[in-house]
C-alpha cells in the first residue's frame, strides 16, 4: 500500500468535469478555492497494485488467475508479457464530505464531487509515475478499467480480492459493481519487454460513449 498526497487539485480539470464553459467568475474561482482546500485536506489517498504474469490459453487470456475477456483488452495486451493490477482511492472521507455537503450546498458539494474526480485521476497519474520508475525496464499500455469497452465490470471483485483491497486501502465493491468508497478506481496496465503501438483510447473504447454527457457537450473526458 503506498500513501499519495495531493498538493494540489487541477481546478480547470475540475470545472470540466462540472460542464463549465469558458473562465469561471470571481465567485466560482473562490468557491473551487475553497473547496479544493476541503477536499485536499479531508481526502486520505492510498493506492496498491501487484504484478503478475499475463496468461495466454486456449480459454482466454489471465492476468495470473483474473479472467479478461473482451477483444478490447486481449488487442491492448496482445504483445504483453505481464500486467499491473492496480486499485487506488481517496478514502471513505471524501464520500463523507460529499454527502454531507448535499445537504447543505449543491453547487457546493457538486463542485467537491468534481475535484475529488479530478484528484483521483491525478492519484492515478501519480501512481503510473511510480510504477515507471521502478519497473523502468518495461514498455507500458495506457490503463484499461473495468467497464471501459467490452472488459466486464463485474471483474471488479475478483481483481479487488487479487489486491486485497478492502485490507490495505479500505476498497470494496458492492453486488452491483460499484466501488465503496466511489472516489475509486481499479485499472489494468500492460507491460511488454518490446516497444508498444499506443491504440486507440477514450471515446471510441468507452462503454458510456452513447449516453456520456461529456460527448453531448461536444467533449471528452479524456481518460
Excluded at 468557491?31 to 482466454?60: I, S
Excluded at 475529488?116 to 514498455?139: D, M, N, P, R, T
Aim: glycine content about 6%; proline content about 4%; charged content about 20%.
Amino acid at each position: 500500500m503506498l500513501s499519495i498526497s495531493l498538493t494540489s487539485i487541477d481546478k480547470a480539470e475540475a470545472l470540466r468535469y462540472m460542464g463549465w464553459r469558458g473562465k469561471p467568475d470571481k465567485d466560482m474561482q473562490v468557491l473551487m478555492e475553497e473547496c479544493e482546500t476541503l477536499v485536499r485536506q479531508t481526502a486520505q489517498p492510498k493506492m496498491t497494485f501487484r504484478v503478475v504474469p499475463l496468461v495466454k490459453t486456449e480459454n482466454g487470456l489471465f492476468a495470473e488467475k483474473l479472467p479478461l475477456a473482451g477483444k478490447d483488452i486481449a488487442k491492448l495486451l496482445q504483445d504483453c508479457e505481464k500486467v499491473i493490477l492496480m486499485a487506488a482511492t481517496l478514502s471513505a472521507q471524501t464520500d463523507t464530505l460529499i454527502q454531507r455537503t448535499q445537504v447543505q450546498d449543491l453547487t457546493r458539494a457538486l463542485a467537491i464531487d468534481a475535484l475529488a474526480s479530478a484528484g483521483i485521476e491525478q492519484v492515478c497519474q501519480k501512481a503510473e509515475q511510480i510504477f515507471h520508475a521502478q519497473l523502468s525496464q518495461w514498455y507500458f499500455t495506457w490503463r484499461f478499467s473495468p467497464g471501459y469497452g467490452d472488459l466486464p465490470l463485474h471483474i471488479q471483485t475478483e481483481l479487488l480480492t487479487m489486491l486485497d483491497a478492502g485490507k490495505r486501502i479500505g476498497l470494496t465493491v458492492t453486488p452491483e459493481c460499484i466501488l465503496i468508497p466511489r472516489k475509486s478506481v481499479t485499472a489494468i496496465i500492460g507491460l511488454s519487454k518490446t516497444s508498444l503501438q499506443k491504440g486507440t483510447r477514450g471515446c471510441t473504447t468507452c462503454s458510456m460513449r452513447e449516453s456520456c454527457a461529456y460527448r453531448q457537450q461536444g467533449i471528452s473526458c479524456a481518460m
